[in-house]
């Protein structure tokens, strides 16, 4: 089969880990992703768009120096060259999925905490998908 279906909500709600990557097509690429309280994915720009959508808890989107505030259901899309930010600004974890077009890290990666994803300098996407 060719293609990937699953519940991204509660995928979402049960992902514990910073990154986890679930699927990599030629095009785009599925995410999960959890912050814990204060944390955030760290500023950064991309040659690429990316979406967000949050699943439970609130904080700050940050794009090209707006802060938006965000919650559960709030969807944040981020086309190419924007500087951004991701914050969970509350005292429980964010649980959010991205989507990246193109691809944007390894496929299958998991990064258990924000220090082990910025450790590995190795994980940007090789060219390799899913299927």
């Known amino acids: 089969m060719k293609g990937f279906v699953i519940n991204i909500e509660n995928a979402s709600l049960k992902n514990d880990n ?3 990557v679930l699927y990599t097509a030629e095009n785009s690429q599925l995410v999960l992703m959890s912050l814990k309280p204060g944390e955030d994915i760290g500023m950064e720009v991309h040659t690429l768009d990316q979406f967000f959508r949050v699943e439970k808890g ?8 707006v802060e938006h505030e965000i919650k559960d259901g709030s969807a944040i899309v981020i086309p190419a060259g924007a500087n951004h930010n991701i914050v969970n600004s509350a005292s429980g974890e964010m649980k959010l999925y991205t ?8 496929d299958g990666v998991i990064h258990k905490t924000k220090s082990e994803a910025s450790a590995d ?3 940007h996407f090789d060219g390799k998908t899913t299927e």
């Open 18 to 20: 910073f990154r986890h």
């Open 58 to 65: 609130e904080g700050i989107a940050v794009l090209d120096g």
């Open 99 to 106: 989507l990246y077009s193109p691809p944007n890290h390894q």
């Open 121 to 123: 300098e190795e994980e």
